[in-house]
Nanobody, 122 residues
Framework: QVHVAECGGASVQAGGSLRLSCVTS?????MGWFRQAPGKEREGAAV????????QYAYDVKERFTISQDNTGNTVYLQLNNAKPEDTAIYYC??????????????????WGQGTQVTVSS
């Protein structure tokens, strides 16, 4: 059973930067970052395939977010730059092995962290 745990959420001003971290207990085929704003569904933001260091982003964040991993492959990061108030959400790290439609779809993941709050003030 894989476990993941994320941290790094904070309150930042618009235009600021933040880095979230996610530690996984075992290597998985891919790791993703999702976010859920109040009253909205959880949506995929970025995914990384650690073995090949391939990444994919949601259209609305690809110019500002960067997903990366450390050299062990056990920690995945999400760098948020030029933060906007609409980035305010709970951010979740997730691990998966079987893609359903796209690797940014929540059904592609079977292990989730508890979430970490990001608040961006204008």
């Amino acid at each position: 059973q894989v476990h993941v745990a994320e941290c790094g959420g904070a309150s930042v001003q618009a235009g600021g930067s933040l880095r979230l971290s996610c530690v996984t207990s075992a290597h998985t085929r891919y790791m993703g970052w999702f976010r859920q704003a109040p009253g909205k569904e959880r949506e995929g933001a970025a995914v990384i395939f650690p073995a090949r260091n391939l990444t994919q982003y949601a259209y609305d964040v690809k110019e500002r977010f960067t997903i990366s991993q450390d050299n062990t492959g056990n920690t995945v990061y999400l760098q948020l730059n030029n933060a906007k108030p609409e980035d305010t959400a709970i951010y979740y790290c997730a691990a998966g092995s079987v893609i359903w439609m796209t690797p940014l779809h929540r059904e592609s993941y079977d292990t989730w962290g508890q979430g970490t709050q990001v608040t961006v003030s204008s």
